[in-house]
């Protein structure tokens, strides 16, 4: 399919080290996605559903022990440790290289090798990369067929150049004893082993679009983001694009699909996806920042999805789709989660293939991270401009966390560099659906902690310098969304879900200088938030935009404490809005 001598000698390179029987190049076409379907369902590494009800749609199950990213056995191997600094594993690239080569020698004996091009972004776009994955799993492909742009179109763009993301990955035995991620960002390359679970090997997910991305961008002056890209058009017609980053378990995807209350959709106003998961962004010749959504797929979170969560989820994982560890119902052989609806199979195969009751069933019959891999094109609310290749002008940036009790439901940051402190201090409060103790505070700034592919103190600092080169005029305003709040008694404040819009409705409001706002130590804060037709008392909604200052004393002692470990590294502006900060708290 190329000539290209970067590429060839790159792959002859991991050819001789892995030892496929085989080799083949994905061309994209539709009849060879179609032989590797069959392929795969003849050796039963996929399973066919129902496709009346779930036209193109397959079904795959993981190894028990391979079910999600694993951060502690993800690296960041730069030349340095400095370089990776304190919160990514790092390992000196010389000597994991060592480890790795020793791993990957003959594992895809007997096996064979598919070479993947792939785009992240539209082909040709001034935005997107490119990169190449060899893996030696049907299911990799077939997921990167859906997430990315694939194939010969790819290889075209690529021609003769050299600049692409080289990637490798090997099933080997899923050992997790043996498994590792890894990112060598000065050589462009991942490197990922002994997994097969989607975040660990869709390499140009979160391991490119993010870790490398970041990386590129922080050389390149742009950004890789891990935010959903959403546009809100107002009745005129007129379409205004945010960007909003969130730590997991915070509704991400949901946000990107939102669906407006009733008397919102009646005046006309509408929402349109443009990603839900990673942006990249730059800024344009007028000085504006513009996003790309680099993905063409969702790679979502099936439990908890359903009609009335996110229709349009939902309604995107109806045809083309594949479904990873959620349970089967045999009498029909669709999909079933929970959450989707109340009425479990009773004939049904739970995620590990073990054959159930499900109405009488005690566990979780699909696994609470059990995913399904959905074109972007099927969502009903995909944004025109979805295959823009100029992207999209970004008018807001929301940061956001699951926070009990600190953070109001809106603030605005003072302007950029506070906004990027915001960001910076992001941080989330574990749930009982996760392992490990409920309310620990975990921070997590702009939702990057487990995706930074550089230190992140110099990631700081590359976010305000993005500032300073976009026009001042232009530039997105910086707010912080909490949709969390607790009372007294434990219950959420605020509904959520649809009814966020009317809080971006404020946030849009706030970049067209049209809403007041009151000032207070932390920002800007609503005079009020639209609250027609909801069930919510004036006590209710102030408790929801008040800052308790003794709250965010003992607050601010997390943040230092959080950014001592960076040391003399974290960049002046992002100490100097803790200083004023504390100041204005303590006034
Ligand atoms: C994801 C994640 O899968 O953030 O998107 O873990
Ligand atoms: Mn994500």
């Not at 002994?194 to 390499?203: D, E, F, I, Q």
Request: aromatic content about 10%; proline content about 6%.
């Amino acid at each position: 399919m190329t000539n290209n001598k970067a590429v060839l000698n790159w792959l002859d390179e991991m050819a001789q080290m892995t030892t496929p029987d085989k080799i083949v190049w994905i061309d994209g076409s539709e009849e060879q996605l179609e032989a590797l379907r069959a392929e795969a369902v003849a050796s039963g590494e996929m399973i066919k559903l129902n496709q009346e009800k779930l036209p193109g749609c397959y079904y795959h199950r993981t190894a028990e022990n391979d079910v999600a990213r694993v951060e502690d056995r993800t690296f960041i191997c730069t030349p340095t440790k400095e370089e990776a600094g304190p919160i990514n594993n790092w390992m000196d690239p010389a000597e994991m290289y060592a480890k790795l080569r020793k791993l990957y020698t003959g594992s895809m004996k007997g096996r064979t090798m598919y070479v993947i091009p792939y785009s992240m972004g539209p082909v040709g776009s001034p935005f997107s990369k490119i990169g190449i994955e060899l893996t030696d799993s049907i299911y990799v492909v077939l997921n990167m067929a859906i997430m990315t742009r694939i194939g010969k179109p790819v290889m075209d763009q690529l021609g003769d150049d050299a600049d692409f993301v080289k990637c490798l990955h090997a099933k080997k035995d899923v050992d997790p004893e043996e498994r590792y991620i890894v990112q060598f960002p000065q050589d462009s390359t991942i490197w990922s082993i002994n997994s097969a679970y989607g975040g660990n090997v869709l390499l140009g997910k979160k391991c490119f679009a993010l870790r490398i991305a970041s990386y590129l961008g922080m050389k390149e002056g742009w950004m890789a983001e891990h935010m959903l890209i959403l546009g809100l058009e107002n009745p005129k017609g007129e379409v205004k694009y945010i960007c909003a980053a969130f730590p997991s378990a915070c509704g991400k995807t949901n946000l990107a699909m939102l669906i407006p209350p009733e008397y919102l959709k009646k005046k006309g106003y509408k929402v349109w996806t443009v990603g839900d998961d990673i942006a990249w962004l730059r800024i344009g010749p007028d000085g504006r920042l513009y996003a790309i959504n680099p993905e063409a797929g969702f790679f979502g979170v099936a439990p908890g999805t359903s009609e009335k969560t996110n229709f349009n989820a939902l309604a995107a994982t109806k045809k083309n789709t594949i479904f990873t560890n959620v349970a089967i119902n045999n009498d029909d052989n669709t999909v079933w989660w929970e959450g989707l609806d109340k009425n479990p199979p009773e004939n049904c195969t739970e995620w590990t293939g073990k054959h159930v009751n499900g109405k009488t069933y005690e566990g979780k019959l699909a696994h609470p991270n059990s995913r399904f891999t959905a074109p972007a094109v099927n969502c009903p609310c995909i944004s025109p401009e979805f295959e823009n290749p100029q992207g999209v002008p970004i008018s807001a940036i929301v940061f956001g966390g699951r926070r009990a009790k600190t953070a109001p439901l809106v603030y605005q940051a003072y302007d950029w560099q506070h906004g990027v402190f915001v960001g910076a201090t992001m941080a989330s409060e574990t749930t009982a659906a996760a392992t490990g103790a409920v309310g620990v505070v975990r921070r997590d700034p702009m939702a990057m902690k487990p995706f930074v592919g550089y230190n992140m103190a110099d990631y700081f600092g590359h976010w305000l310098e993005m500032g300073n080169k976009i026009d001042p005029a232009k530039a997105p305003k910086i707010f912080h969304v909490n949709w969390f709040r607790q009372d007294d008694e434990g219950n959420f404040m605020w509904p959520g879900f649809g009814d966020n819009m009317r809080v971006l409705l404020w946030i849009l409001d706030r970049c067209e200088g049209k809403a007041d706002a009151v000032e207070s130590a932390i920002g800007y804060l609503p005079e009020s938030i639209d609250t027609t037709d909801l069930d919510i008392n004036e006590a209710t909604l102030k408790e929801l935009l008040s800052v308790d200052k003794d709250v965010w004393k003992e607050e601010i002692k997390g943040q230092k404490e959080y950014f001592a470990q960076f040391g003399d590294r974290l960049p002046k502006g992002i100490k100097d809005e803790l200083d004023k900060l504390e100041a204005r708290l303590n006034k």
